[in-house]
């Protein structure tokens, strides 16, 4: 592990290869698990806002789940997460042309009708967060639907950390982020990774 800030950046984060496969997998990690996405309370106000902006591109079965028990509940862990639908699939999920799981909210997004991407969990996967008392813990999360981008990270080179530069932007600020890159070249210099 190597500090950045007040970052505590996992090897995993800096080595292992990875690059979303979204026409292999077809959104998987949105559509399978035990629970939503990790969510802040500011992303939680955040959701309720966008809502009625997402609300139409949204399943029958999700806006039924959001009627009933709102944008987000909290896991067994006591943590809050998006909802889901029949406890898998996130409710802000809709189906493309080829049937491929996309996000609503990040659609929105690109399409210039909100502010907000999508919660930082989502951005940054397969990054997850814990904070450890003024440190934020980053690393790798393995999840078994995620061989293809793994397989194309490979292919192309790119570790997590290269492939995740935008959201971890967005979460660290650019200053971090050069940091780390400078972090990184040293520990190739001195044969860490």
Not at 22 to 31: H, P
Not at 98 to 111: F, L, M, P, S, V
Not at 158 to 177: D, M, S
Request: proline share 4%.
């Amino acid at each position: 592990m190597v500090e950045v800030g007040k970052a505590v950046i996992s090897f995993d984060v800096l080595t292992k290869p990875f690059v979303c496969d979204l026409n292999t997998c077809k959104g998987i990690c949105c559509i399978e698990g035990d629970a939503g996405a990790p969510v802040t309370e500011t992303e939680i106000e955040k959701l309720k806002e966008i809502l009625p902006i997402v609300w139409d591109d949204l399943e029958p079965q999700a806006r039924e789940v959001i009627d009933r028990q709102g944008v987000s509940y909290k896991d067994i862990e006591g943590d809050d997460v998006t909802s889901i639908v029949d406890g898998k699939e996130c409710v802000f999920t809709y189906r493309d042309t080829d049937g491929t799981c996309k996000c609503a909210i990040e659609k929105a997004y690109r399409e210039g009708r909100t502010d907000f991407y999508k919660p930082i969990s989502c951005h940054l996967y397969p990054i997850r967060l814990t904070q450890s008392g003024e440190y934020t813990m980053v690393n790798y999360h393995r999840w078994e639907v995620c061989k293809c981008a793994c397989k194309l990270g490979k292919k192309l080179d790119i570790p997590v950390y290269k492939f995740l530069k935008e959201p971890l932007i967005r979460r660290f600020g650019a200053e971090w982020y050069k940091e780390l890159e400078t972090v990184v070249k040293e520990l190739k210099k001195q044969n860490y990774i």
